[in-house]
T-cell receptor, first 115, second 117 residues
Framework: DTEVTQTPKHLVMGMTNKKSLKCEQHMGHRAMYWYKQKAKKPPELMFVYSYEKLSINESVPSRFSPECPNSSLLNLHLHALQPEDSALYLC??????????????FGPGTRLTVT | AQKITQTQPGMFVQEKEAVTLDCTYDTSDPSYGLFWYKQPSSGEMIFLIYQGSYDQQNATEGRYSLNFQKARKSANLVISASQLGDSAMYFCAMRELTTSGTYKYIFGTGTRLKVLA
């Protein structure tokens, strides 16, 4: 199984709402990533979890809160977002040690609209 | 700091022709990995091909090949026999080992390829 799943596919939320994005993989990958992608731009790294511990936070505002409950799951909790946070949110996973190919496998993304 | 540059915002190619998408990189690490991803309009990022800095031969995967010129720090993607389904955004990326011991991936700005019938 080389699939990364993300739910929901689409999300519309108000600025006062609290919502969560979910990502799941069963490839045994120990690194999981959250990216934000605006239209016609490259993915922008937000967070990296390695072995279920937060390894990288790219100075993301605290209204985004990541969580890694176990090695297969990655959540992104959203609270008090701004309209400029509207984007495609991509989850990815990869191996995280050694010098192999270790490409990232991406999920289909969640298209978030903040109203 | 590592950097990836894609200088072609958009490219057109006739169906069945070959096309080259440019990518240059900058790093001081002797060990690095270079990746190409395809992103159709649906949004999902699809891994195409990988080149390691110590690989002696250029990588190939079906219709995709990577023209790796280490001294010039370039890793161009060549797509042979273009198909209409190749129309998409293409990203070059480099893997960087961070001080925390975790890999992160740096993406170029992308090239939008349109295949013409």
């Amino acid at each position: 199984d080389t699939e990364v799943t993300q739910t929901p596919k689409h999300l519309v939320m108000g600025m006062t709402n609290k919502k969560s994005l979910k990502c799941e993989q069963h490839m045994g990958h120990r690194a999981m990533y959250w990216y934000k992608q605006k239209a016609k731009k490259p993915p922008e790294l937000m967070f990296v979890y390695s072995y279920e511990k937060l390894s990288i936070n790219e100075s993301v505002p605290s209204r985004f809160s990541p969580e890694c409950p176990n090695s297969s799951l990655l959540n992104l909790h959203l609270h008090a977002l701004q309209p400029e946070d509207s984007a495609l949110y991509l989850c990815a996973s990869s191996q995280d040690r050694g010098q192999g190919v270790y490409e990232q496998y991406f999920g289909p993304g969640t298209r978030l609209t903040v109203t | 700091a590592q950097k990836i540059t894609q200088t072609q915002p958009g490219m057109f190619v006739q169906e069945k022709e070959a096309v080259t998408l440019d990518c240059t990189y900058d790093t001081s690490d002797p060990s690095y990995g270079l990746f190409w991803y395809k992103q159709p309009s649906s949004g999902e990022m699809i891994f195409l091909i990988y080149q390691g800095s110590y690989d002696q031969q250029n990588a190939t995967e079906g219709r995709y090949s990577l023209n790796f010129q280490k001294a010039r720090k370039s890793a161009n993607l060549v797509i042979s026999a273009s198909q209409l389904g190749d129309s998409a955004m293409y990203f070059c990326a480099m893997r960087e080992l961070t001080t925390s011991g975790t890999y992160k991936y740096i993406f170029g700005t992308g090239t939008r390829l349109k295949v013409l019938a």
